[in-house]
């Protein structure tokens, strides 16, 4: 995995916690310019993460064959588990400890949906949501990992092309029908057709090494986000975010070699599932005792980052290893003893 793309992994996690940290210490209401920049840009980070997400799925399947089925148990045994533990936390938070989520319900049916990426009413009345709220983002991923799925079944040469039919078929063509949730007409939905690209113009090479050139295309898509509405999605937030993501695969030189950046990228995931059950006790902690936020924001940084680390470890890899050792074929230890 490009060192890069997981340092712009994590700042895009981090850029979505601060997003969340506005609306639940402020109620998106601004103390200052930085405050309003994260009320209005910080969702961003979704966009980075599913321009990233579509590089990363092409690069990982482009030069081994995968079984569509494989390929689709790798994605759920990397996804699943962390994703239930923190709905099942929330869940339980909301049932037993209400006041750190006065806005939230829980429907058993709407959880039992929530947890099989199935989107539908929040029963909060604030849209499709599932229990984990920023769970939304991944009923996006469940239906890009399905097409991919598909499109493994075609040479990599078209796979761009597949899935970019597939999308457009769910997202325009059935969702008018009925058969798919109007949830997935969104042309955000597009932006891991991005990813792809990119992926595919870094194996060819036409992604060269720079350092102000990518800088100064940094600064052009900050400026662009900064600058544009985030709708249409695509165009204005999600075109800046590939050239974000094309920018640091150019200056992968620089930081190929650091731990601290593949570790934060690393643990990216479990900060973004994580960090709004951490904020909700935060925001109730400083409202009730008449902390100062930005004291209490320091204190749930620090949490987020630990705890985000401790689930990666523990959770993420752990799980991950287990569940994919189970349908891995393993070597026939007859065979191995006659080698030696």
Request: glycine share 8%; with cysteine; proline share 5%.
């Amino acid at each position: 995995m490009l060192i890069s793309v997981q340092a712009l992994r994590a700042l895009a996690a981090w850029t979505v916690v601060c997003h969340h940290f506005m609306q639940i210490f402020f109620d998106f209401k601004a103390r200052g310019p930085i405050g309003q920049l994260f009320i209005d840009k910080g969702a961003v980070g979704v966009d980075i993460f599913f321009v990233i997400s579509g590089l990363v799925i092409f690069l990982s399947t482009e030069s081994k064959p995968l079984p569509p089925a494989r390929f689709l148990l790798y994605r759920l045994f990397r996804i699943v588990p962390a994703y239930w533990l923190y709905t099942l936390l929330m869940a339980l938070l909301v049932v037993f400890a209400q006041p750190l989520l006065p806005d939230q319900t829980v429907d058993w049916a709407h959880l039992l949906l929530s947890l099989v990426f199935i989107p539908t009413e929040n029963p909060g009345g604030y849209g499709i949501y599932p229990t984990l709220n920023v769970g939304w983002t991944l009923n996006y991923e469940m239906l890009f990992y399905v097409l991919f799925a598909w499109a493994l079944l075609f040479r990599l040469q078209v796979r761009l092309l597949v899935v970019a039919a597939l999308l457009f078929a769910v997202s325009q063509a059935w969702t008018g029908f009925g058969w798919i949730s109007e949830f997935y007409r969104s042309d955000i939905v597009y932006e891991f057709l991005l990813g792809i690209g990119i992926g595919m113009l870094y194996r060819r090479g036409w992604i060269g090494t720079g350092l102000w050139l990518p800088l100064l295309a940094i600064g052009a898509a900050l400026l662009m986000i900064y600058h544009l509405a985030p709708a249409p999605r695509l165009l204005n937030w999600g075109v800046p975010s590939a050239v974000l993501v094309m920018a640091c695969i150019s200056l992968e030189r620089y930081v190929e070699r650091s731990h601290v950046l593949k570790l934060l990228g690393d643990c990216s995931y479990s900060v973004y599932l994580m960090h709004v059950l951490v904020l909700s006790a935060g925001g109730f902690i400083a409202q009730r005792y008449a902390i100062n936020p930005y004291l209490m924001f320091v204190v749930c940084a620090l949490a987020i980052g630990v705890g985000s680390w401790l689930s990666y470890e523990w959770v993420e890899k752990r799980s991950y290893h287990w569940l994919k050792a189970q349908i891995d074929e393993k070597p026939d230890k007859n065979l191995s003893r006659q080698k030696y």
